[in-house]
């Protein structure tokens, strides 16, 4: 089929590369092809000048972008078309410019990948001119060859370590290449040919291990740190060995380079008359000012475990598929880098591939916004394909695949940005126009615009034993009419999904290529369920184009319930409508009891219906932890009431929710609550007569389920109830009191607790209270020492016998209290003042005390010293006397 240069250019790459890996296999397994020597008659699977100031010709190339890569075109004039723009400061005219890797500043690298990936069956035959000037002597430029999955051949998108490395090797424990195959150097400065560049497990060879500058050095396999080896250099340790790479400026600095690889069983002769023995390599370049050098060997075999799989590789150990680069450095030491004239060509005529893709998207979407793609992939005229096609497809950053088909397509889930498609058939002729592929992806991010889906978009179209073809420029489809009208019948399901819907929508002719079924935060986030056209009659999975009907033979299951859109995608647009997915309620939130008297309260919230009304409940009682007969309920109330409880039994209860769709699972116990009875009756222990009161006592009784909150005491003379006195609390002695003194009591207690006040006790031993003793006696009269005392201390009310007793202090020396009488008595001893607190205690255990203060006088002494008196004259004289106590008698 008739496609651009460019996808023409990549798809002869594939078909060159085929050949080359036919033969390599067939050397490695033994069996040769003819031993006559190849003319060159093969394929042109690139082809660039690089003298304009875009890329064209045949093939395409990409920038690796693990570094910083300034690769640009000389030829001024382009600032916008990738994947090369012109320098900055261009000035070379349109057809005469270079594509430059470095300019003349330091520590700067440039590098290109051919787009495409080639099959090693077929020999390669690469030539380009080299053209490194106007610095000091910079690093230099290298070819670069790495393997690729063949399975998925994508292009590297990063190369190896900058300056000496030339972005092949590794350095300093930086990766080099990834799953580099072969790498030759135009080493300038010399880093190329230090051991310095070697990853581990290389052996030491001649003329490897210290700087070598210009050296033309051929380097092997490496993957990250390890291998990247030496082959072979043109260095043979003389100075004349030495060769002239750059020049000062860039028309003297040409240098011819031709590389040749030869997998093959027969030897091969370039149409430049370069001879290739099977199974080996030529490298050829002639250096500025001195004849053509030429390094060779055998080519080298991939150690296992170097490569991601075995599968990469030959019997022999030969990768099956291989990416091209070129690349130049500069570290401290300048040089402008470029080459021109590139061209790489197949021993043989290779199966080359084709693709061309058409996007469809709105100018500027957003997440959940549909596009689609449309590939056309075909074998070109030359060389037949003798196995399956892969279609692998890349989306940009923020989009996302979600399903491709097409007839005759087998098409995997999607893997990050990539899907991927492989042919059911096995071989397709040359010229053939594979089936038309349909690829669909969301919009994930925000403003998105239609440039940036066909511009950041790739298609790889690849086979094994055929050169691949990359398209990365994709062309603009028409977006169709959006669908209208869209709705779902039924409307609503289960979550297990299952069952037919029937969606109808208005889509101005253009069939439907994809409906999405997820809440609009799935579908924005690109993870909606996908179902694609079926590809023959109604099946689980897709759906089928039924006149205007679309037929969804079983709608798809959801984990939970949910109202969903339902997207029709056309090319690049959509219509919704929205469908229920259903299931039994929610599971209801742990419940509330209430114990009563013989029953329970429970109180519990509607749960989640999840689509379908709730038509009932199921409420599951247990007792002591055993389940007892559940109980069904209508949705009238979520409080119910549950009678004939065992009263002191612990219960606990479980609610489930019923709809249309089943009953949902049961909620978490509720706490457990005591359904309760009347308390039993106490049995009082003891009564005791108090002052118009008496003191009981009593056992508690059975609680019935409820804690006691107190007790009802009845007093009762003869058989006649009194007025009951409340005593709250659990305490189980309580004082009844305002009882009538003299009066015989008996008594009776009923216990209380929350289903009410209980039976009364039998009733108690009869009682009389009495009034409580009083101390209402005069002061005691004043004794004195040596002069004996007796006062009668006397009591009021209280019943006899009493008990007298000093409860505080101590009686003056000499005196007693008499404990039956009340009597003080006895003679003093010493003067002094003595408080006491008199105490006494009646036959019913009343007690009275008085506090009295008993004074005890001295014995009185007399002072008599009279003077003298005389004759007729009055006389008079007071004695003096201290003690006692009065009145006192005087006489001589």
């Known amino acids: 089929m008739p496609r651009k240069a460019t996808g023409r250019a990549w798809g002869r790459v594939r078909a060159v590369a085929v050949i080359v890996l036919t033969s390599l296999v067939a050397t490695m397994l033994g069996v040769l092809v003819p031993t006559a020597a190849y003319a060159n008659t093969g394929t042109v699977v690139f082809q660039n000048s690089f003298a304009n100031s875009t890329v064209n010709g045949i093939g395409t190339v990409t920038k690796p972008t693990s570094v910083t890569n300034v690769a640009c075109l000389t030829a001024a004039g382009n600032s916008a078309t990738l994947p090369l723009l012109s320098c900055a400061g261009a000035s070379d005219a349109e057809g005469s410019g270079k594509l430059r890797f470095t300019g003349l500043s330091g520590s700067e690298v440039g590098a290109v990948y051919g787009n495409d990936t080639f099959p090693t069956t077929s020999g390669l035959d690469v030539t380009f001119t080299a053209f490194q000037w106007g610095g000091d002597g910079g690093d230099g430029m290298s070819f670069m060859l790495a393997a690729v999955d063949p399975a998925n051949p994508a292009t590297p998108t990063s190369i190896g370590q900058g300056g000496g490395a030339l972005g092949y090797t590794t350095v300093y424990g930086a990766p080099g290449l990834p799953n580099a195959y072969l790498g030759v150097g135009l080493d300038v400065w010399g880093g190329f040919s230090s ?20 050296a033309v050095v051929a380097r092997g396999p490496g993957n990250g740190v390890v291998g990247y080896c030496g082959l072979a250099t043109t260095f043979n340790g003389t100075t004349a060995s030495r060769v002239t790479l750059r020049a000062d400026t860039r028309a003297a600095s040409a240098v011819p380079v031709q590389v040749l690889i030869n997998p093959t069983g027969s030897s091969f002769t370039s149409d430049s008359g370069q001879s290739v023995a099977s199974g080996t390599y030529k490298v050829i370049v002639t250096p500025v000012g001195q004849a053509a050098r030429t390094i060779s060997g055998t080519l080298p075999k991939v150690a296992a475990g170097l490569y991601p799989s075995a599968s990469w590789l030959t019997a022999g150990g030969i990768p099956k598929q291989l990416a091209f680069a070129f690349a130049g450095a500069a570290g401290g030491v300048v040089d402008v880098h470029e ?384 007025t009951p006195q409340t005593f709250t609390g659990t305490a189980t002695t309580a004082t009844v009191t305002g009882l009538t003194a003299g009066t015989a009591y008996t008594f009776r207690v009923a216990a209380q607790n929350l289903a009410g006040t209980g039976p009364q006790s039998a009733a108690s031993a009869s009682v009389t209270p009495n009034q409580s003793p009083s101390l209402a006696f005069a002061a005691p009269p004043a004794g004195q020492v040596g002069v004996a005392y007796s006062h009668q201390l006397t009591v009021t009310n209280g019943t006899a016998p009493f008990t007298w007793s000093i409860s505080a202090g101590t009686l003056p020396a000499g005196l007693t209290l008499n404990a039956t009488t009340g009597l003080l008595s006895g003679t003093p001893t010493a003067a002094g003042s003595s408080p006491v607190t008199v105490r006494v205690v009646d036959a019913s255990g009343q007690v009275a005390t008085r506090a009295i203060t008993l004074v005890i006088a001295a014995a009185p002494t007399l002072t008599l010293a009279p003077p003298a008196g005389q004759v007729g004259v009055a006389y008079s004289h007071q004695p003096t006397l201290t003690g006692g106590t009065g009145p006192f008698v005087w006489r001589v």
């Open 195 to 214: 051991s310095t560049y070697s990853g581990s497990g290389c052996s030491k060879l001649a003329n490897f291990g210290s700087n070598v500058s210009g």
């Open 339 to 722: 080459i021109s004239d590139a061209k790489v060509v197949t021993f043989a005529p290779a199966a080359q591939l084709a693709v061309s893709t058409t996007s469809y998207s709105a100018a500027t979407s957003g997440p959940g916004a549909p596009v689609t793609y449309q590939v056309a992939a075909s074998v070109l005229a030359g060389a037949n394909v003798a196995s399956p096609v892969s279609v692998t497809h890349t989306v940009p950053v923020g989009v996302v695949p979600t399903g491709a088909y097409g007839t005759g397509w087998v098409c995997a889930a999607p893997v990050g940005r990539a899907i991927t498609c492989t042919t059911s058939a096995s071989a397709f002729a040359n010229g053939t126009a594979l089936p038309a592929l349909v690829v669909n992806a969301i919009v994930t991010a925000s403003s998105v615009s239609g440039t940036v889906i066909r511009s950041s978009s790739s298609t790889v179209v690849s086979a094994t034993g055929a050169s691949s073809a990359t398209t990365s420029a994709m062309t603009a489809g028409t977006v169709s009419v959006q669908p209208t009208g869209v709705a779902i019948s039924p409307a609503i399901g289960p979550i297990g999904g299952g069952g037919l819907a029937t969606v109808t929508a208005s889509t101005g002719g253009t069939p439907p290529t994809a409906i999405y079924i997820g809440t609009t935060a799935e579908q924005q986030a690109g993870t909606p369920v996908v179902l694609l056209p079926c590809p023959s009659g109604r099946a689980v999975g897709c759906f089928n184009i039924e006149g205007s009907a679309l037929v969804i033979a079983s709608m798809p299951a959801r984990p939970t319930p949910a109202t969903v859109t339902v997207t029709v995608v056309t090319l690049g647009i959509a219509g919704t409508t929205t469908y229920l997915y259903a299931s039994s309620p929610a599971v209801p939130a742990t419940p509330t009891a209430t114990a009563g008297i013989s029953s329970a309260t429970l109180t519990w919230a509607a749960p989640a219906n999840n689509g379908s009304p709730i038509t009932g409940y199921v409420v599951t009682p247990y007792l002591d932890g055993v389940a007892q007969a559940p109980q069904t309920f209508d949705a009238s109330t979520t409080t119910r009431t549950f009678t004939g409880l065992t009263a002191g039994g612990s219960y606990t209860f479980a609610v489930a929710a019923t709809n249309a769709y089943g009953t949902s699972a049961a909620s978490a116990r509720s706490a457990a609550v005591v359904p309760y009875a009347l308390p039993a009756a106490p049995v009082i222990t003891a009564a005791t007569a108090g002052s118009q009161s008496a003191v009981l006592s009593w056992s508690a009784p059975n609680n019935g389920g409820s804690a006691i909150t107190g007790y009802v005491v009845t007093p009762y003379i003869g058989a006649v109830a009194q």
